[in-house]
């Protein structure tokens, strides 16, 4: 199988409320995410993306989950907002233990506390992580938490470096080429000698 028909077979053999698009930099996890969203039935066009590396704990566990005021009004976080099918959240290495098992749980009982609420709040927003690593790496460094992981288990995309498969080439560059002519009278072609010429590049940083 080619990396493009692995990761179809993926989404429709994993399953589950949640997996994870693991990688090296470059090598569009993101666009792969939300191209899996899709696949599996999902409206790309309304999923709502977290950086973790560039949020507090609390500001992150408060967009997942919402927060509640002194008198019990409810903020709602994404996993509250029905017309929020999914979440992606971008450097999974970088949530702390502690959302972990907070989202963990969520995921294995459909139910979320908003943090200072006093009530438990039902939800069945699909979870897509992005991470630079493989989550068996991520495990052996001790940042992922392990209820976490029997919710990800088997449900990891591993997007090997672009020279790893480049027999995806055209099929790749046929899209960029249709994303970057959109509205132009005609697209430009690449021609056979081009393609492997490209096909033998080494690809740095994908």
Do not use: Y
């Not at 939800?123 to 940042?143: K, R």
């Not at 470096?161 to 080439?169: A, G, K, N, S, W």
């Not at 005609?186 to 033998?200: N, Y």
């Amino acid at each position: 199988l080619t990396f493009l028909q692995a990761a179809t077979q993926f989404i429709r053999t994993s399953g589950g409320p949640a997996f994870v698009v693991s990688g090296e930099r470059g090598s569009r996890r993101q666009l792969t995410a939300e191209a899996l969203f899709r696949l599996s039935g999902g409206d790309s066009s309304r999923l709502i993306t977290l950086d973790a590396s560039e949020m507090s704990a609390q500001r992150m566990i408060m967009a997942i989950f919402g927060h509640a005021d002194t008198n019990n009004r409810t903020s709602r976080g994404a996993a509250g907002r029905p017309d929020v099918p999914g979440l992606v959240i971008r450097g999974l290495e970088h949530v702390s233990k502690h959302i972990q098992r907070r989202i963990a749980r969520f995921l294995a009982r459909g139910r979320f506390r908003p943090v200072g609420g006093k009530r438990e709040l039902t939800g069945t927003l699909q979870l897509l992580f992005i991470s630079s690593q493989p989550i068996a790496q991520l495990l052996e460094q001790g940042t992922l938490d392990s209820e976490l992981l029997r919710q990800l288990e088997s449900r990891e995309l591993c997007i090997p470096p672009l020279r790893e498969h480049v027999e995806d080439l055209e099929e790749i560059l046929t899209d960029v080429v249709a994303e970057i002519s959109a509205g132009k009278h005609s697209a430009p072609k690449l021609s056979p000698a081009a393609l492997r010429r490209l096909q033998t590049h080494q690809w740095p940083g994908n």
